[in-house]
């Protein structure tokens, strides 16, 4: 099938932009990796799959953009797209991402707190009063009271 320079060129550019994205992907996975170290085992299964996923949305994004036609420009432009993103986008969006997700977590960790802290407070609050009623009718009775976990 003979493919005018236009639509290689379509197909090219296309590549590029999958590699970027394939790129984007990778460093999203990194992120979330490095927040919490798995264990030798864990890294290489989720490795496994992250380019497994990687593989088939790249085989799904050159279905729909050029019909899987495999050229030699085709790889060129995966890699020079990872190759562009790599070298130029990575470390900002690296960067922005940690901020993010770091912010997120401060976040939901603070939201959580306001959520629990009255409880914590309600829990202290019972437990004094039931504290105070216990010595209150031990003074008063003179005799210690039974708790439930003595009977």
């Given at each position: 099938?003979?493919l005018?320079?236009?639509?290689?060129?379509?197909?090219?550019?296309?590549n590029?932009?999958?590699?970027?994205?394939?790129?984007?992907?990778?460093?999203?996975?990194?992120?979330i990796?490095?927040?919490?170290?798995?264990?030798?085992?864990?890294?290489?299964?989720?490795?496994?799959?992250?380019?497994?996923?990687?593989?088939?949305?790249?085989?799904?994004?050159?279905?729909?953009?050029?019909?899987?036609?495999?050229r030699?420009?085709?790889?060129?432009?995966?890699?020079?797209?990872?190759?562009?993103?790599?070298?130029?986008?990575?470390?900002?969006?690296?960067?922005?991402?940690?901020?993010?997700?770091?912010?997120?977590?401060?976040?939901?960790?603070?939201?959580?707190?306001?959520?629990?802290?009255?409880?914590?407070?309600?829990?202290?609050?019972?437990?004094?009063?039931?504290?105070?009623?216990?010595?209150?009718?031990?003074?008063?009775?003179?005799?210690?009271?039974?708790?439930?976990?003595?009977?």
């Open positions: 099938m003979v005018d320079i236009n639509t290689q060129f379509v197909y090219f550019f296309s590029v932009l999958c590699g970027i994205f394939v790129g984007l992907l990778f460093d999203i996975y990194r992120v990796r490095g927040f919490k170290t798995p264990n030798k085992i864990l890294t290489a299964i989720s490795d496994i799959l992250f380019w497994i996923f990687a593989s088939l949305l790249t085989f799904t994004f050159m279905l729909i953009t050029n019909n899987a036609n495999l030699y420009y085709t790889f060129l432009g995966l890699f020079l797209g990872l190759y562009f993103y790599f070298l130029f986008i990575s470390r900002v969006f690296i960067g922005s991402l940690r901020y993010i997700v770091y912010f997120i977590i401060k976040t939901v960790r603070l939201f959580f707190r306001f959520i629990i802290t009255p409880f914590v407070l309600l829990r202290r609050l019972i437990f004094n009063i039931s504290f105070l009623i216990r010595r209150t009718g031990r003074l008063i009775l003179g005799k210690k009271i039974i708790k439930k976990q003595e009977i």
